[in-house]
């Protein structure tokens, strides 16, 4: 087929060459070189840098070799390490002692953020387990076996990937950016719905935060605002304390009045 020229479409940035689809937020035709996919939606090259369009990158790289929480426990857990390794070289216990400060500089580079100390954190418990059963019994193997269970969680944790430049899946990192970024209003107005059954003032507030985290919601901006069922849910769970409140109350002030009332 030989292509017409003024009929078929033509790439808004290369004319010469044929567009086979069009930006989704612009519109422009783009041919196969411009077509950029972000988040499974195509766009132009231009659209695709913006940062509300790219907003999972925009977030990734804020996170990219940014220390997190996990390690900063690792580190003190580590000053705890060396500390414990101390009172076990006084006590004789050499060998116990070597492997806790082996631990200790492991987590110690962790905390650095050095790239093999992420595999190292995840098999010191197997060693330590290891030698700890030999010296100490079954019981020592049980500890062991749940620290690797802790460490393992922090090897395949999105955010602690992130901290080591190590490359994080789109859907992981949706899910990270779902709970740090998306609506965190909502999100504290399901917890003054839940508290409000136990402290009564919340009540209000559940009412008023969530009403707020309400009209934020707006699916179909970019990037989206969710977590409306957390927000219907903080008023919900508001508007029901108040209703339990004055049940709960409401008998304890009749019998207060009506004992004024009739001395
Ligand atoms: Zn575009
Ligand atoms: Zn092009």
Redesign the pocket.
């Known amino acids: 087929m030989v292509p017409m020229v003024g009929v078929t479409p033509r790439c808004a940035v290369h004319p010469n060459v044929e567009a086979d689809a069009t930006?989704?937020?612009?519109?422009?035709f783009?041919c196969g070189v411009c077509s950029t996919w972000v988040m499974s939606v195509l766009?132009?090259?231009?659209?695709?840098a913006r940062p509300e369009v790219n907003y999972l990158d925009v977030f990734r790289q804020g996170l990219w070799g940014k220390r997190d929480a996990t390690a900063w426990w690792v580190g003190i857990f580590s000053l705890g390490f060396v500390a414990g390794g101390a009172w076990l070289a006084s006590v004789g216990e050499w060998l116990l002692a070597m492997l806790l400060w082996a631990s200790a500089g492991v987590g110690g580079c962790f905390f650095l953020g050095q790239r093999w100390a992420r595999t190292g954190l995840a098999v010191a418990p197997v060693v330590v387990g290891i030698v700890a059963f030999w010296k100490m019994g079954p019981v020592a193997l049980v500890c062991a076996l749940l620290l690797f269970i802790s460490t393992l969680k922090i090897f395949l944790d999105a955010r602690n990937r992130l901290f080591f430049r190590v490359e994080v899946s789109e859907q992981d990192l949706l899910r990270l950016w779902d709970l740090h970024v998306n609506n965190p209003l909502a999100r504290t107005a399901l917890s003054l719905g839940v508290a409000s059954f136990i402290i009564p003032v919340f009540a209000p507030f559940a009412v008023l935060v969530g009403a707020l985290a309400l009209r934020k919601v707006d699916p179909h901006a970019r990037p989206p605002i969710g977590r409306k069922e957390h927000a219907m849910a903080g008023i919900g769970l508001g508007l029901g304390a108040v209703v339990v409140w004055v049940l709960l109350v409401t008998p304890y002030f009749q019998r207060l009045i009506s004992g004024w009332l009739l001395p």
Do not use: S
Not at 43 to 48: K, P, T, W
């Open positions: 930006c989704r937020r612009c519109g422009a783009v766009y132009c090259a231009d659209c695709a």
